[in-house]
């Protein structure tokens, strides 16, 4: 089963999966839904497809107090597509790709303090720059500090919606070189040494289930347009990153609890973790990435907002 198989499989309305749950809250207007009363590891199919969809059309859905394995978790996962190996953060034992993520490596290793926060506390979209970037992606946290640690995630088409029809067109079928944050090891041949990668992708994107239009960029990993100068790259990208990392009104926080999960679309969305809690509690859990196709680009294809009929004389 692939994530692409939910514009043929799943029910827009999402039935088998809404009436199972005991409440479905959107939590904010453009982005972000809590199901709350299901256990994801025992979805139907039907549910999982619809669940899938949901995903692509609010971007990062929520679970909580999930009764939820490693293994299960990577089941979930394989069912929506590959799944990503990362080759070289840390897995559990005997199940690859099911990542763990622990903030205390990045204390230890990179002296991450309250002034200098680094890595997952950055804005930033996974994978990008990869030929394939991951599509769902599942973060399951088993343990949580009691203050703080929250997840904020920031709606792509959202961001694309706040730009201009004339900025659109400016920027509509343009590409941008992506590269990695840090040097990362080959995994044709890990011996080599780390190396950066790089791919060229849309700088929009059109989401295959929903077919609408998404702002693909983000500041850690975005390093240039296609055809573009330096200088004039440099001013196109720095609005583009500051649409998408400012509007609150475009963004959603979560405040997880122990046994909570977020499964979130990674070609439509850039999220950040806060480090305000210092490190000083324990943050544990892990993460399974689903890969998604490769990005594309569709000119006649609507943003949200239009395809929603929400657009307005200036939309």
């Given amino acids: 089963m692939s994530a692409l198989s939910v514009t043929t499989t799943a029910n827009p309305k999402k039935q088998a999966l809404f009436s199972a749950a005991k409440e479905v809250k959107h939590l904010t207007a453009h982005v972000g839904t809590e199901i709350v009363g299901l256990q994801l590891k025992t979805l139907t199919d039907q549910q999982k497809d ?50 763990v993520i622990w903030p205390d490596i990045f204390k230890a290793d990179f002296g991450a303090s309250f002034r200098k926060p680094v890595g997952i506390q950055n804005r930033h979209t996974v994978l990008v720059h990869e030929r ?19 997840t904020l995630w920031s709606s792509g088409y959202s961001a694309y919606e706040k730009l201009s029809p004339e900025f659109r067109k400016i920027i509509d079928s343009r590409s941008a070189v992506f590269r990695t944050a840090h040097a990362y090891i080959d995994r044709e041949n890990p011996n080599a040494g780390p190396k950066y990668i790089e791919h060229t992708h849309p700088i929009v994107r059109v989401h295959p289930a929903t077919g609408w239009k998404s702002l693909f960029v983000n500041r850690a990993m975005t390093d240039r347009i296609v055809g573009h100068d330096k200088a004039e790259s440099d001013v196109i990208l720095g609005y583009l990153f500051k649409v998408y990392e400012s509007n609150v009104d475009i963004q959603v926080r979560f405040k997880w609890t122990p046994g909570s999960s977020a499964l979130w679309d990674n070609r439509v969305t850039m999220h950040n973790a806060s480090y305000d809690y210092g490190g000083l509690e324990t943050r544990h859990g892990t993460r399974v990435f689903s890969l998604a196709e490769k990005p594309l680009f569709k000119a006649d294809a609507p943003n949200r907002r239009q395809a929603l009929g929400l657009a307005g004389e200036n939309d």
Avoid at 134 to 139: F, K, N, P
Wanted: proline share 9%; net charge negative; no cysteine.
């Fill in 50 to 99: 619809e669940l899938a969809l949901l995903i692509g059309e609010r971007s990062v859905v929520f679970f909580r107090d999930q009764d939820l394995s490693p293994k299960k978790q990577l089941e979930l996962g394989e069912y929506w597509g590959e799944i990503e190996v990362h080759p070289q953060v840390p897995h559990v034992p005997g199940l690859p790709g099911t990542s």
């Fill in 132 to 150: 394939h970037s991951a599509g769902i992606t599942h973060l399951h946290n088993d343990t949580v500090p009691t203050i703080g640690g929250d």
